[in-house]
Structures are given as C-alpha cells and as structure tokens.
C-alpha cells in the first residue's frame, strides 16, 4: 500500500490535481468556519482564499514539484502575486459583465 501512495505522489499530474482538490476543501471549510464564527461574509472569504493559497503553496512547493528550501520567499511572493493578479482579472471581469446585464434589464 505505501509503495501505491509514493508511486501516485511521485506522479506530479496525479499529485498537482489531488493536491489541487484538497486546497478547494480547505479553503471552502476555512470560509465555511471562518463565517460561522465572524459572521462577516467578506473577511470569510478573504480568509479562506488566503489559507487556500498559502496551503496550494506549501503542497505544491515541498510535495508536487519538490522544489529546494532555497528560495521560498520569492516563490510564495510570486505565487501570491500571480493568484491575486488572477483575483483581480475574475472581479473586473465579473464587475464588468454584471454591469452590461444589469443595464440591459
């Protein structure tokens, strides 16, 4: 059994996507929980994003492409800077198309 899960782990598409699956349950649980106890829908999702992108981070830096300790503070500053620029691009996106419908109605 343990040489099944090195050989699905040491497989960086199988290991990219089960890892990319455990971030979405962790940043929807850290949302879900964060909400429950603030009540503050915005801080929730904030919160979550951010716990979903530093755990995306640290599975894919140390497990998915088992990058050298050496510089991980410009890789997690580029993989924030490249997640929040996409951030960025789906709200002005969103904003932009909810204004289009919205003054069609």
Same mark, same amino acid.
């Given at each position: 059994m343990k040489t099944l899960i090195k050989k699905f782990f040491d497989n960086e598409v199988l290991s990219y996507l089960f890892f990319g699956v455990a971030t979405? #349950? #962790?940043s929807v649980v850290s949302r879900m929980l964060c909400y429950e106890l603030t009540?503050?829908?915005l801080l929730a999702?904030?919160?979550g994003d951010i716990l979903g992108i530093l755990f995306a981070?640290?599975?894919n830096d140390t497990i998915v492409f088992?990058?050298?300790r050496s510089g991980w503070p410009s890789r997690l500053i580029k993989f924030f800077t490249a997640r929040f620029g996409y951030?960025?691009?789906k709200f002005t996106i969103d904003f932009l198309s909810l204004s289009l #419908?919205?003054?069609r109605s």
């Open positions: 979405t #349950v #962790v009540g503050n829908e999702t904030i919160i981070f640290v599975t088992k990058q050298a951030y960025g691009l #419908v919205s003054h």
